[in-house]
């Protein structure tokens, strides 16, 4: 697979652990070709009530229409339904 998702465990993806509130980071690289792992990631973050936010690092020179726009509704329905602030950073 070209496409490249990797979450970072609980102990490097915490953000100021010691209060209890976490961040989860979601990585994004390579072409972005399907969006079903990217969207079981999410939704594994939106049920932890522990995660207060989501970030989404993405590395990709883009890629198919398709998983994109699945991609796109994953993370509006989570910011949609749980309020939970969602981070999107491009490198």
């Given at each position: 697979?070209?496409?490249y998702?990797a ?6 993806s915490d ?11 979601v990585?994004l690289?390579g072409v972005?070709?399907?969006a ?10 939106d049920?932890d009530s522990?995660?207060?936010a989501?970030?989404?690092r ?9 998983a994109s ?10 910011r949609?339904?749980k309020k939970?602030?969602?981070?999107t950073?491009?490198?």
């Amino acid at each position: 697979s070209l496409v490249y998702f990797a979450v970072k465990n609980d102990r490097k993806s915490d953000f100021a652990s010691g209060f209890g509130d976490k961040m989860a980071v979601v990585e994004l690289e390579g072409v972005i070709l399907d969006a079903k792992e990217f969207a079981k990631q999410l939704k594994k973050y939106d049920d932890d009530s522990s995660i207060k936010a989501i970030i989404i690092r993405i590395e990709s020179p883009g890629g198919g229409a398709a998983a994109s726009q699945e991609m796109y509704q994953a993370v509006k329905r989570i910011r949609d339904k749980k309020k939970k602030p969602i981070i999107t950073g491009i490198m």
